[in-house]
């Protein structure tokens, strides 16, 4: 609820409150602002501005979010009248400060509640209130570049790739750092990653991308010019793909298995305790465990062969290429890179 005619009021922090029922507590700051309260010849009391959240969410889950949140445009002496009025104080449910763990009391800037206002009229933001956004690596900070919160910091908390795309899940700390705002589907234009390694893994087609640097990082550890530099850069890159361990793909996308499998390699590679349950997830989508028939099936036995080192999964590639020519080049690298790895000796 606003007042038009209390523009002084704007540009001054906003008073953090809580209410249990909002339909009741809008009732009564209306009737507050009216002078309703006010006994015959009591002084008028200093205007004040209120928004309560809950009125305007667009949708259930929204406004069940918002629902305890009320937000006050007045100077602090004036929410001390509030909350001390009779009407607050005889009420069962009573209005009260909003507080951070120290029990500081919140106020948030006129911008940050006018950007609210703003999100709840976007129609194309999806997005949830939750606990604060814990410090992130400095990879997972963007810039939000869409909407009210352009131009803000917020964190990427998972990532989805379907059909080549990425979309993701990105939280930024609001209300003085008592609760965040979750978006949870925005795509890489609506980003702007911090990190220049981690916005060019995922902008255009992220898992292609990923297996350019498996190959790479293969190439490396298997070819002659493996040098300790070389080792202590692929070190690094590896650890920065260990981020793909927090993206989805749904298992009916086209790129499930691909994904899957370059994840096990990069498991293996850095020696990660993950290897073993990838392994088993790959193991579990396979027919036969050393006769791939598919694309797919041969790209887990280059995975396989990596984790285990079993020479039985090198020969399984190298005889479905040769009895299927027309199979993506990029199993004929992998298998070019493998050649060169030792591998595990059968004992009879």
């Not at 120290?102 to 209130?129: A, H």
């Not at 298995?257 to 990069?266: K, N, Q, V």
């Not at 050393?290 to 190298?318: C, S």
Request: hydrophobic share 40%; net charge positive; charged share 30%.
């Amino acid at each position: 609820m606003e007042n038009n005619n209390e523009t002084k009021e704007y540009g001054k922090p906003w008073y953090v409150m809580c209410h249990l029922n909002p339909n009741l507590i809008d009732a009564l700051l209306s009737k507050e602002q009216r002078g309703e309260f006010l006994t015959d010849g009591e002084t008028p009391r200093p205007p004040f501005r209120f928004f309560i959240p809950y009125l305007y969410a667009p949708n259930a889950d929204l406004r069940g979010d918002f629902r305890r949140f009320v937000f006050i445009q007045a100077s602090a002496e004036r929410v001390e009248t509030l909350l001390n009025a009779g009407w607050n104080k005889r009420t069962r449910l009573r209005m009260y400060h909003y507080r951070n763990h120290e029990g500081l009391k919140i106020v948030v800037s006129d911008k940050e509640v006018q950007q609210l206002k703003d999100l709840f009229q976007d129609r194309n933001l999806d997005f949830y209130i939750d606990r604060p956004i814990e410090e992130f690596k400095a990879e997972d900070k963007v810039i939000i570049n869409t909407g009210p919160w352009t131009g803000y910091e917020g964190h990427v908390l998972s990532a989805k790739i379907r059909e080549g795309r990425a979309t993701m899940k990105v939280g930024l700390n609001l209300f003085g750092l008592v609760e965040s705002i979750v978006f949870t589907n925005l795509k890489t234009g609506d980003v702007i990653f911090k990190d220049g390694d981690r916005a060019n893994m995922m902008s255009e087609n992220p898992v292609a991308r990923l297996e350019s640097e498996v190959l790479r990082l293969l190439s490396h550890k298997f070819g002659r010019s493996h040098n300790p530099d070389q080792q202590e850069a692929d070190a690094r890159k590896l650890r920065q793909l260990a981020a793909f361990d927090h993206v989805f793909v749904d298992e009916d996308d086209a790129d499930f298995i691909r994904f899957l499998s370059l994840r096990l390699i990069c498991a293996a590679l850095r020696g990660s305790v993950k290897k073993d349950k990838l392994m088993k997830d790959l193991r579990r989508l396979l027919p036969d465990d050393k006769h791939p028939a598919t694309d797919q099936q041969a790209y887990m036995m280059a995975a396989l062969f990596v984790a285990t080192k079993d020479a039985d999964y090198r020969t399984a590639l190298k005889n479905y290429r040769a009895s299927h020519p027309d199979s993506p080049d990029v199993l004929r690298i992998y298998l070019s890179i493998l050649k060169k790895m030792r591998a595990k000796v059968h004992h009879p």
